[in-house]
């Protein structure tokens, strides 16, 4: 997960690419999208993808239910490291 425009106060935005497989933090770099003016913006590369990608991974921990348990945990822990009892979520395609 890359975290950017980490600043006090502002609200947390989390971000779930589409895909799956397909992360899209790389693109910032070339197009910026200056959501981190407004938010301290998390993109979180699932399961699978982009940092995350192992080529062992198991079949069977790739279900849309292991999907939406890391998105529990990774919300959850987003939560406790701003200190902040919401997030703001955004999701694009398969996301």
């Given amino acids: 997960m890359f975290i950017t425009g980490e600043a006090a106060g502002k609200p947390v935005l989390l971000f ?3 895909g799956p497989g ?4 790389w693109l910032t ?3 910026p999208v200056q959501l981190d003016e407004l938010f301290t913006v998390a993109w979180w590369e699932q399961r699978g993808s982009g940092l ?9 921990e790739m279900t849309t239910d292991q ?6 945990s990774v ?3 987003l939560r406790e490291r701003s200190g902040q009892d919401k997030i703001y979520l ?6």
Avoid: T
């Fill in 16 to 18: 779930v690419h589409g």
């Fill in 75 to 77: 919300s959850n822990y």
């Fill in 52 to 60: 995350s990608y192992e080529p062992g991974i198991p079949a069977k």
């Fill in 67 to 72: 999907f939406v348990v890391d998105a529990l």
């Fill in 29 to 31: 770099q070339r197009y």
């Fill in 90 to 95: 955004m999701a694009h395609s398969w996301g």
């Fill in 22 to 25: 397909m992360p899209e933090y």
